[in-house]
DNA sequence: CTGATTTTTGTTAAAAAGTTACAAGAAGGT
DNA sequence: ACCTTCTTGTAACTTTTTAACAAAAATCAG
């Protein structure tokens, strides 16, 4: 695939001329890739049809196609790498780090997650006529964001931090509500009653927690995230920022689904909020 | 640095030919380094010397250089683009945008931040007697997830969602408090008020917001995030991803600074959740 | 070692691609 | 409605790349 890798090994096979050009990408590749093929045939003395030659060997169209293969390669291909926090980083490094460690979670939540579950959850939301959010500790600000993203589609909406709120919403539940649980471990005990209760009054049980977990066994569905431990900080940070990303992809597949027309009225949501606001023009 | 991202944002700057360029270049960018200036402008419906001036506009030398930059950005590596969800997009459209356009908005805060004002946001935070972290909707979550980090570290630490408990829990602050106030527009009035009153009482107010906005001139620090903006849902979305992660990166900053044993008392913070879960044991 | 044959390389010329200059047209302001 | 400014396209031109062919080098059989 890399094509720097792919000359070094075809370099027995090229003929000497070709071999000239070889070494004068290999030593400076910067440099080729924005040399045009008179430039190059001239570094490497040799004509510019052998530099063309030399393209084709490497299964590219020519010369202008080789330039693209090169560019690609030499793009640093250094994708976001799970780095952990160490005792002595400064402000710079573990700002870094961080943000390159959410990024890299997110890159592996997203290969991980189920689009099929995810449809069929966006499918039970719209159908819903209560959808109740509940999570406990750093998952409470999860089921809190998806809240406020919810209560804005006209649907009513519930969410409580309190374990016994909780449990009364649950008990009070029907057969076309649909609760959604949240927990990074799926192992919170009264997380796991919760949807006991929920699922003992009908209700359609949704999981956003990990694959196999008590909680997920307790769940009608689970929308499974599999996104490695934050054991850095012995904190919660990138498991809950891609249960967020997974709330955003509901609330989209729930606006989608709805149609134009119901866009328009979460403009309108939007815009009630104007008169709390400063105008933009009255910044300067 | 990518430059598909910077044709998304330099979308406006553009003229209107020269934005059906980057329509058809964003709607399928492997197709364009493949193609030469005729054919892409063909597919643009515009002239040659358009799409050079296309080129041009993106600080690139010309068409070649041009696409060079795009196979750059397409290798793997930085394949993150700000991608906005279409109306006829399935599910697998949708996530996959999703989660994409949510890494590339954290790229894109992470180019922004201010690494200086994070480091005097740590030390503010550390050496605080009292922490507050307000903010309103969508914003409340962040500021609720902030309190579930803080509250770890054992200092005393204050969340209101309710707008008079921030003004009167303002009104008795005091010079070693500090009040950070989320935002993503920074011109919600009734938090630009709760920044007024802290001020007035001598508290240190810390904005995360976005530069030059009504908040940001009351606070003693802002800690300004460039991200793209939200219109596609009308809800906030990555926004508020790149705060939590601001967040992270706080919290973060503040262990280190408070040195191993601090640490120690983290993980003891976190076993004691131990009796409240299922041990992973029981599990199978 | 010689001559035939194949392979490699360079020269020349043509084609393709990209760029410049300029003029026509559209947009915006007075 | 007129002037100015900004956009856009046409046509000419330059650069870059490729094709065709011929010369040179290398290989091999006898």
Redesign the interface.
Known sequence: MNILEKITQHKLAFSKSERKVAEVILANPQVA??SSIATLAKMSDVSEPTVNRFCRRLDTKGY??F??HL??????????VNRH?E?D?G??E???K???S??AS??V??QS?D??T??RV?DLLTQAQKISFFGL??S???A??AL??FF?FNVPVVYFEDILMQRMSCMNSSEDDVVVLISH?G????L?EVAQIARSNDATVVGITSQ???LAKECNLVLSLEVPEDT????P?AS??AQ??LI??L???F??RRG?KF?EN??R??DT?RG?????R??Q
Chains 1, 2 share one sequence.
């Open positions: 890739i924005h202008p196609d330039k693209l560019a690609q390669s030499l793009a640093n291909g250094t994708p976001y926090v005792e980083d402000p710079e573990y700002t870094k961080i943000f390159e959410t990024m997110l890159e939540a997203r997650v689009i099929n995810i449809n966006v500790g750093a409470a600000s999860v809190h964001d406020n993203k804005r471990t192992r919170t005990k009264s796991v196999n977990s008590p850095d900080m012995y904190m940070m809950r920022i967020l990303t955003d992809i609330a989209t597949g606006t989608l134009t866009r979460l403009k949501v939007k909020l709390s606001r400063y105008d933009k009255n910044e």
